[in-house]
């Protein structure tokens, strides 16, 4: 996966070798590190999101084995 961030990166922003002008060559380098921060952002809110699924869904399970031991004790 990390190759593909990493390709992503450079056919968005391009090689930063291939730059010959400095200003050019720090945009790029400035743009890959914003894009890298940006892929990274994008990972942890996915994270968080499949985190917070998962708490909700142990919650439900939680409800309705509650409610299924109440209808064995009644």
């Not at 593909?4 to 968005?12: A, E, G, P």
């Not at 142990?58 to 109440?70: P, R």
């Amino acid at each position: 996966m990390k190759v593909d961030i990493i390709d992503t990166i450079k056919s968005r922003v391009g090689d930063v070798v291939r730059v010959e002008d400095s200003s050019a060559k720090e945009k790029a380098q400035l743009r890959y590190r914003q894009l890298k921060e940006e892929i990274k952002a994008r990972t942890l809110e996915e994270v968080v999101n499949k985190l917070e699924l998962a708490k909700a869904l142990y919650e439900i399970k939680k409800i309705n084995y509650t409610y299924l031991m109440g209808m064995i004790i009644f």
